[in-house]
């Protein structure tokens, strides 16, 4: 079965520095990843996602992520965090199911900006 | 701007006493799913709609269910909350169920249940 693992559920940056958020996957077969952001009292948003076109994926808000099937990671980063940037972060793949493909998260990792 | 709706924003409800959670959305898309999301927790999928198709996870309780009349609208049915039924529940939408078709969430339901 697909999985997603994310290492670490909190992770504390200061404002301007690099945001480096984990995601491995698991998958017999070239998975469908994604990373959706969630504010406090929101739903998720996409940020960006793989579908195989190309193995670096830029998506909003400065981030982007980094297919790399050698260490079947997804990782997410930003050059430089922004206060703005504190939310919870979660990594999900497309995992077949009864009726369609659902969408199957990881644990999430919560980013916290430190002026 | 199309977009997926949740009403209400917040819900407070008794023990065992029914309550339902709206979602609607303007994207016309034929795929609708439903969420909970514990405090904390990643969303757990429930069940969707592909179009008038309903799908239940294995694992969702029978006290869940849900009903879609048309294209732009799904409830959520909690026939007899209990309190670890407490959550946030996310409605979201797809254009087909496809591997790369990414969802579209709304800004979810938090639901208290006393």
């Known amino acids: 079965a697909q999985s997603v693992t994310q290492l670490g559920s909190h992770v504390s940056v200061s404002e301007g520095a690099l945001v480096l958020l984990r995601c491995n996957y698991s998958s017999s077969v070239p998975p469908y990843l994604f990373w959706y952001v969630q504010y406090p009292n929101q739903g998720l948003q996409l940020l960006l996602k793989?579908?195989?076109?190309?193995?670096l994926v830029k998506g909003i808000n400065g981030f982007e992520a980094e297919f790399k099937k050698s260490e079947t990671s997804f990782h997410l980063t930003k050059p430089s965090a922004h206060m703005s940037d504190a939310a919870e972060y979660f990594c999900a793949v497309r995992t077949s199911g009864a009726g369609s493909y659902q969408l199957t998260f990881g644990k999430g990792t919560k980013l916290s900006v430190i002026p | 701007d199309a977009m997926v709706i949740q009403n209400p924003r917040y819900q407070v409800t008794q023990f065992g006493k029914p309550v339902t959670l709206s979602c609607s959305q303007t994207l016309n898309h034929n795929v609708m799913y439903w969420y909970q999301q514990k405090s904390s927790q990643a969303p757990k999928l429930l069940f969707h709609y592909y179009d008038k198709d309903f799908n239940n996870e294995a694992d969702t309780p029978d006290n869940f269910q849900s009903r879609r009349p048309n294209t732009s609208f799904c409830f959520l049915d909690i026939r007899s909350p209990g309190l670890g039924d407490a959550a946030m529940y996310l409605c979201?939408?797809?254009?087909?169920?496809?591997?790369?078709?990414?969802?579209?969430f709304g800004n979810g339901t938090r639901l208290t249940v006393t």
């Open positions: 979201a939408t797809s254009r087909g169920g496809g591997k790369d078709s990414p969802l579209h």
């Open positions: 793989y579908t195989s076109a190309a193995t």
